[in-house]
């Protein structure tokens, strides 16, 4: 078999038992071209025999002939018998001598058929191939923009996400700040009105306390008293420190962890015997370590002394410094 071309290099091998098929045609054939001649005879008989007899071809009249004596003429010869021609023999076809190069030559022809015939199936097969692979190629290609769409979709949105949940958060934000100013704003309005109703309170309780002393007979002041009331309303000028001195000794604080002297102020009610029963924080110090300290002091303390007239000032506004 003669070499495929190039592109068909790689192409499937074409099916075997070809050459060996063609053998066996020839074979046969030839076979069958000794048995139709050995049953037919070669010899000629050349002899052949053939009659011929002339004839005129027009029919014409003898002339007389001349009357010498008067003899009646002589009767025609009778008619020749015409024989029947001999049959022709028919002599049986010649059959032509084998001709082995007309049987190769078209064996060689089946064979460049066949091999035309193969490659151009291959030539289909592949062009098959490259049909199915382009649209192979083109379903690929198809799929991979589709799935690039998509994710440029998803990006797409997922970015719209964000933003709308970034705007929320910032709605949030912005919310809670203005509730927390709200709230911060009404803690001061409430702060502010709790301190002005306890300055009430307290002025109250003053002008209360000034129009019962003002109510007791008889006035008490010493002789250096400049008051012009009756009695004194107010604690003896030693009433403050014995206060001091009894709440004290039992606050526990370290003065040199605080700089400067700030004071704090304590608003202490009692009980007609003394006994604390409420403490108020009416100003800090600035420091909320000493207030705690002050405000523990006074709960250990419990009960405060009387004054020199034996009473229990209440409400008593208690000021505290560290360095005192």
């Given at each position: ?135 192979a190629e083109k379903k690929a290609k198809a799929k991979i923009e589709e ?90 000028d030693s009433y403050g420190g014995r206060i001091r001195a009894r709440v ?77």
């Amino acid at each position: 078999m003669s070499a495929l071309p190039k592109h068909l290099e790689f192409a499937p091998p074409p099916p075997k038992g070809t050459a060996s098929s063609v053998f066996a045609a020839l074979v046969v054939h030839a076979l069958l071209i000794v048995a139709l001649t050995a049953g037919i005879q070669w010899k000629q008989d050349n002899s052949v025999s053939v009659e011929a007899e002339l004839w005129s071809a027009v029919p014409m009249a003898a002339a007389p002939a001349l009357v010498e004596v008067e003899t009646p003429p002589p009767p025609p010869p009778p008619a020749p018998k015409l024989e029947p021609a001999p049959k022709p023999v028919v002599k049986a076809p010649e059959l032509p001598a084998p001709n082995r190069d007309a049987d190769i030559a078209l064996a060689k022809k089946r064979k460049i058929e066949e091999e035309k015939k193969l490659q151009d199936a291959l030539k289909a097969e592949e062009r098959r191939k490259e049909e199915v692979k382009k649209e192979a190629e083109k379903k690929a290609k198809a799929k991979i923009e589709e799935d690039k769409r998509k994710l440029e979709a998803k990006k797409e949105e997922e970015r719209k996400d964000k933003e709308r949940q970034e705007k929320e958060k910032q709605k949030e934000r912005a919310e809670k700040e203005r509730k927390d100013k709200e709230a911060k704003k009404q803690q001061a309005q409430k702060d502010s009105k709790a301190a002005a109703d306890e300055a009430k309170k307290l002025d109250a309780i003053r002008k209360e306390n000034m129009k019962r002393i003002e109510g007791l007979a008889g006035a008490s002041g010493n002789e250096n008293a400049t008051g012009n009331a009756m009695k004194s309303s107010g604690p003896s000028d030693s009433y403050g420190g014995r206060i001091r001195a009894r709440v004290k000794p039992n606050i526990t604080f370290d003065p040199s962890a605080i700089s400067g002297n700030p004071a704090a102020e304590v608003e202490v009610r009692c009980a007609p015997d003394g006994t604390i029963v409420s403490k108020k924080l009416v100003k800090s110090s600035g420091n909320s370590a000493w207030d705690n300290a002050v405000l523990k002091a006074i709960d250990k303390t419990e009960i405060l002394p009387r004054d020199t007239d034996g009473r229990v000032h209440s409400p008593l506004l208690l000021v505290f410094k560290p360095n005192d």
